[in-house]
């Protein structure tokens, strides 16, 4: 029998659409998970209230960043959730080599960040339609245009991209090792307690504020898509020397 | 052409040699057994073909490639066992398809017919396929991938008799109408020693021998008689098996490097001389115990 | 050899024609489910005894003399070994000669009758 070849990108497709099918379960609880978040945020995130002789003034804030919260904390499981042994398993069961493996993971966590910004983001403007629909007293909102919701689909869609590559990059420390485990948890924690009790500005909030304060969107982007490279390809070649099926 | 071919091949996990300097070679489009007891390393050899696992030293090629992380090789061969997975998300008959996009030479017809034959349920889910129905429907991916480098892994784990019978006769005639490499790896030599047409035998991560299953069929005789005559016939021989019989009466398994001659002269003084059925022949080679299992119980 | 065996027997049994074509190995093997190299084997040993013969492309045919030959060498080695057993077996059972031989002719007129 003639032997045939292929080439990795060729691969890299078949197992990308192979991971969309596979992965479907991913994309219910993203609905489900995104639902959940609308439901807690139908009772408003903030309230301030005031009161004077004869009157009260109640001031309730709905926003949909509990939505945003839920799908980041969703996108960070899905992405440890493909790096385990039983995901790894079914791409070997077909054609794939690890890279192949790793590439088409990581397209499918990027279609799984666009789906997830967008469903979003609207969310949050069906919470402000329902808002209108539901709830009696004055309602104030500002009005977006379509700029700003392409705008805040595509930053969101950055940000829930990072947060796929820090998981999938906590994924494969913990294919090495299940100390990783305890160990990433107690670094975590561990170095805030301590910077806290030092009394001095802690590591991981400059962290945050490095990406999150950034005002200057070019400048986020850059930073975003280098960190997203440096996790993604210390993963792949974490992956590449890890065998599978043992 | 040769599609395998391993040089000094060893495997180790921590201290534990599983491998231990494996040289072999298997020619393409030949049915090869690997034989060889629980936990001597088949498996193990088996996923270093296919690029599972990395290999500690020594040299493997698969169609003149290191298979770890070879595509190309990965793209041309399939390794079937009861561990393969599946997506639990994807129903049975879209998994044919899937794999239908993988495979190059994937016959759609086969997989569809062999999936109609053993009565699977297109919208039932293969994790929750019973044991046997497990293997038979990897038995039907490796069989419809049609790779020119087949590798089955146990395949008849959990098979009723009825189900085994049926592959093993489905692989031939897939084989005849597609000539490919296969291996198949069994404990059970006595049930495909006739599909076979090499047998490579390991012992405790070691080649045993590998030679063809014609010649494994002459290779060693059965010698029954009176013990001295049996004793005196193999006297200088390493004997590979014996068992006692009543009291004077021996069966004694050696190498078969008698003349015709002194065949007939053991004949004349009563010794019954029979062939040696190949997989009781390997389970001889393969005995790890020493003695037999009378020894056991003889020591009280 | 079982394969070459059973062709013997077809040939002696008249199913298989002087000059005929006999299975290929391929045919064997999936009659009997074996692997078409000891199918070849088995059609090799009846080719070495000239009990087949070769036509390059065309595949296996019975040889003219086949038959003959099957009954020889059946003659020399199978029913040889038969009597050898059966000699051995007697000699065990301390029956003499003429004995043996008076049983011999029995058996035959036996086949005879019928």
């Known amino acids: 029998m003639s032997l045939t070849s292929i080439n990795l990108w060729e691969t890299v497709k078949k197992q990308y659409f192979f ?88 397209l499918f966590l990027l279609t799984a960040s666009i789906v997830g910004s967008i469903t979003a983001i609207l969310a949050g403007n069906l919470l402000k339609i329902l808002a209108h629909i539901l709830l009696d007293g004055q309602i104030y909102s500002i009005n977006t245009g379509i700029q700003e919701l392409v705008m805040g689909v595509c930053v969101t869609i950055f940000y829930v991209f990072f947060v796929t590559s820090i998981g999938y990059f906590i994924g494969t420390l ?73 | 052409m ?22 072999f070679s298997i ?30 030293s020594g040299q493997v090629k698969v169609f003149s490639e290191r298979p770890y992380n070879n595509l190309n090789v990965s793209l041309n061969s399939i390794f079937v066992d009861d561990q393969m997975s599946f997506p639990p998300a994807i129903p049975l008959s879209e998994i044919l398809t899937v794999a239908g996009n993988f495979y190059p030479n994937w016959d759609r017809e086969l997989a ?105 069929k002459e290779w060693a005789i059965g010698l029954k008689g009176t013990t001295e005559e049996v004793l005196n016939l193999t006297d200088g021989k390493e004997i590979l098996f014996k068992e006692y019989f009543g009291v004077n009466t021996i069966y004694a398994v050696v190498k078969n490097d008698f003349s015709e001659f002194l065949l007939n002269k053991a004949r004349l003084v009563g010794v019954e001389i029979s062939s040696v059925q190949p997989s009781d022949l390997c389970v001889y080679l393969t005995s790890e115990t020493k003695g037999g299992i009378d020894d056991v119980f003889n020591k009280h | 050899m079982q394969i070459a065996d059973w062709i013997e027997s077809e040939i002696l049994n008249g199913h298989f024609e002087n000059d005929g074509k006999v299975y290929s190995q391929y045919q064997l093997a999936e ?31 019975v040889s003219g003399d086949a038959k003959e030959i099957i009954i020889n060498k059946r003659k020399n080695q199978t029913l040889k070994r038969l009597v050898r057993e059966l000699v051995l077996e007697a000699n065990r059972l301390q029956i003499s000669e003429i004995e043996l031989i008076e049983m011999i002719k029995m058996a035959n007129n036996q086949e005879a009758e019928q």
Request: proline share 2%; with cysteine.
């Open chain 1, 19 to 106: 991971k969309l099918k596979a992965n479907i379960d991913a994309f219910s609880s993203l609905i489900g998970i995104q639902l959940l978040a609308l439901l807690f945020s139908f009772g408003g995130v903030g309230s301030v209230g005031m009161g004077g002789g004869n009157f009260s003034i109640n001031i309730k804030y709905y926003s949909a960043d509990l939505v945003i919260g839920f799908t980041l904390l969703w996108a960070f499981v899905t992405a440890i959730t493909i790096t385990t042994k039983p995901y790894r398993n079914h791409d070997f069961t077909f054609v794939t080599n690890r890279l192949s493996s790793s590439l088409s993971n990581i």
């Open chain 2, 112 to 216: 569809k017919r062999l999936f109609d034959y053993f009565s699977f349920d297109p919208k039932s889910y293969h994790n929750r396929l019973s044991k046997g129905k497990t293997s038979t429907f990897n038995m039907i991916i490796g069989l419809a991938s049609r790779c020119p480098l087949t590798i089955f892994d146990e395949p008849t784990t959990g098979m009723d008799a009825a189900v085994r019978k049926d592959f093993y006769r489905a692989l031939l005639k897939d084989y005849i109408a597609y000539p490919r490499t296969i291996i198949l790896s069994s404990h059970h030599l006595d049930e495909i020693e006739d599909l076979l047409e090499d047998v490579l035998l390991i012992k405790d991560g070691k080649k045993q021998f590998q030679m063809s299953i014609s010649e494994l």
């Open chain 2, 2 to 23: 040769r599609v395998i071919e391993c040089t000094d091949l060893t495997k180790t996990y921590l201290r534990k040699i599983v491998l231990d300097k494996l040289s």
């Open chain 3, 31 to 61: 009659m009997y489910t074996i692997n078409p190299a000891t199918a070849a084997k088995g059609l090799n040993l009846l080719v070495d005894e000239n009990i087949l013969y070769k036509k390059r492309g065309l595949g296996m045919f």
């Open chain 1, 174 to 246: 913990v294919q090495i090792s299940k100390l990783f485990i305890i160990l990433i948890p107690v670094l975590f924690f561990g170095t805030l307690f301590l910077d806290a009790s030092m009394q001095k500005e802690p590591f991981l909030v400059n962290v945050f504020t490095f990406y999150t304060m950034e005002s200057a969107l070019s400048l986020f982007i850059i930073k975003v898509i280098v960190t997203v490279a440096v996790f993604f390809t210390a993963a792949i070649s974490i992956l590449n020397r890890m065998e599978v099926r043992r």
């Open chain 2, 27 to 56: 020619e393409e489009n030949k049915i090869t057994g690997l034989i060889g007891r629980n936990g001597v390393g088949k498996t193990t050899l088996l996923k270093i073909i296919a690029g599972f696992i990395k290999e500690t």
